[in-house]
């Protein structure tokens, strides 16, 4: 991380910011690299998977990117996400690690599901209404643009981008509450 | 859903992108105080004395220390709601309010005979100044938080116990229009009490409210 990196990352979110969604994909993968590296540093026990928080620092990002004040450095905001969801999560795995006591405590002969644990994100993709899920799905499991969706599902357009948008902000949401 | 599918869903999203949150506040400010303003004019009146009281320094320093924590608790919100946000370095200027306040409360006590400090302390209408700040700052404090929540607070408890105080600020200026107890030491009880009843309303609302 040096100057020249913090101004490039800067110049690409100016750019996304301004609807070029190319220079955005490119800020996003940036991002992500160095979500990675800060999370992987930080979780020192087991128990959180820093793919989940590169994951969810992402989301965040792109639902909060009116909080960044394109005149100061992305770096520290960046950061001050990734910070914010990793002590989210670590909140959440302390609750969640009750509740699984609890019912341990109820019924112990569960045997462990052997299945590869989905990405949090993805299990919230599941819980949007079926229009957006349909929207999410169609753009990022099939790797379809916003018109090909459109064809595909017979809707507009902008009710694509409606759907994606509201399903994004949904999903966001259910990190924040639970 | 991997990392790279899900940097292609957000790219394609790239479009609607919410309003700046600089513009959010100052809109929300806006807002509180024509509200505040309302509030005060469906249920109070201006003091009967308020020309002559304007002319003496105890009623227009309500004036001053409300509006001075106002606006160090605004500035201090607007960089709380900012993940990142240099609010450490707006954090002292939260303190001027309350240090103006105590040095006039020094002086009072100097000015004043000591059989006469209860008195003044007490004052005679403390209930009506815990119910009006409050219900003056209640309308405001909901869109601050309003306004944390568009916002990315990465400490939402402090963010919204600021937005109490600043709420607290414009309740306060414009209850101090009607009050017609100056003391500094009733201000400094009650004025002070009915404040941090919004601040910690404030805290447990962005608790619930503005975390993301």
């Known amino acids: 991380m040096d100057g020249r990196d913090e101004s490039e990352l800067a110049g690409l979110l100016r750019a996304a910011i301004a609807g070029d969604a190319r220079a955005y994909g490119d800020f996003l993968l940036r ?11 930080k979780i020192v026990r087991g128990g959180i998977d820093a793919e989940d928080i590169v994951q969810e620092t992402l989301l965040a990002i792109h639902l909060k990117r009116h909080t960044w ?43 462990e599901p052997d299945t590869v644990s989905d990405r949090e994100i993805g299990r919230a993709l599941d819980t949007l209404a079926p229009g957006q899920r349909a929207a999410v799905a169609a753009v990022c499991v099939d790797g379809r643009s916003i018109s090909e969706t459109a064809k595909h599902l017979g809707m507009s357009e902008t009710t694509v981008r409606v759907a994606l948008h509201r399903g994004l902000k949904a999903i966001g949401r259910r990190f924040g509450r639970s | 859903m991997d990392t790279n599918e899900l940097v292609q869903l ?57 509006i001075m924590l106002a606006a160090s608790a605004f500035g201090l919100d607007r960089a709380l709601s900012r993940p990142g946000g240099t609010w450490r370095k707006a954090m002292p200027y939260l303190a001027a309010a309350p240090v103006l306040l105590a040095m ?5 006590l100097l000015l004043l005979p000591p059989d006469t400090w209860s008195a003044k302390l007490v004052g005679t209408n403390s209930v009506v100044c815990l119910t009006f700040i409050p219900l003056l700052g209640i309308g405001p404090l909901i869109i601050f938080l309003l306004a944390l929540r568009h916002g990315a607070p990465a400490r939402p408890i402090l963010a919204g116990a600021v937005a109490g105080l600043l709420a607290g600020g414009i309740a306060a200026t414009f209850y101090a229009v009607q009050c017609t107890d100056d003391s500094p030491l009733f201000v400094a009880t009650w004025y002070t009490a009915a404040i941090s009843g919004l601040a910690v309303a404030g805290a447990v609302g962005a608790h619930l409210f503005a975390r993301w």
Do not use: C, H, N
């Open chain 1, 69 to 111: 004040r394109d005149d100061t450095p992305v770096t520290p905001w960046l950061f001050a996400i990734a910070r914010y969801k990793l002590i989210d999560a670590f909140r959440r795995r302390g609750r969640r690690e009750e509740v699984e006591m609890g019912e341990i405590a109820e019924s112990f002969a569960q045997p």
């Open chain 2, 104 to 108: 006039a409360v020094i002086v009072e």
């Open chain 1, 31 to 41: 991002a992500a690299s160095l979500v990675r590296g800060f999370a992987g540093r």
């Open chain 2, 10 to 66: 957000l790219a394609a999203d790239a479009r609607p992108r919410g309003a700046s949150i600089s513009s959010v506040w100052w809109g929300a400010v806006g807002l509180a105080i024509t509200l505040a303003a309302a509030v005060f004019l469906a249920t109070l009146d201006p003091r009967p004395d308020i020309v002559a009281a304007a002319e003496t320094p105890r009623f227009l320093l309500k004036f001053v220390v409300a």
